[in-house]
């Protein structure tokens, strides 16, 4: 699993900043989207400033896009991490109640 998907701001800023000016990845206004709002829903106050200054290249239905997958990756990491907590039960790193 990258570090950004393990919710670690910075990679999620660095992510962002990669999608944006299209190094090493496809440039990607969309993704580059998602990555700043995940780093700065972390507090990362860098990605907050990326986020204002990449919304003014984007049009509103790009920026609704990206809204709405952030949304989805946020409940399907959650549903991940459940899912991990639940199989360490009964494995000895937490005991069953």
Known sequence: MHA??????????DLGYLYEQGKG?????????MGYKAAADRGEQRATAALKSLSSLMTDAQIKQATAATAKLKISAFIAS?????????SGLIPPR
């Open 82 to 90: 459940e899912d991990r907590r639940s199989d360490s039960v009964g």
């Open 4 to 13: 950004s998907e393990l919710g670690y701001a910075r990679a999620q800023l």
């Open 25 to 33: 990845v496809p440039m990607d206004h969309v993704a580059a989207y």
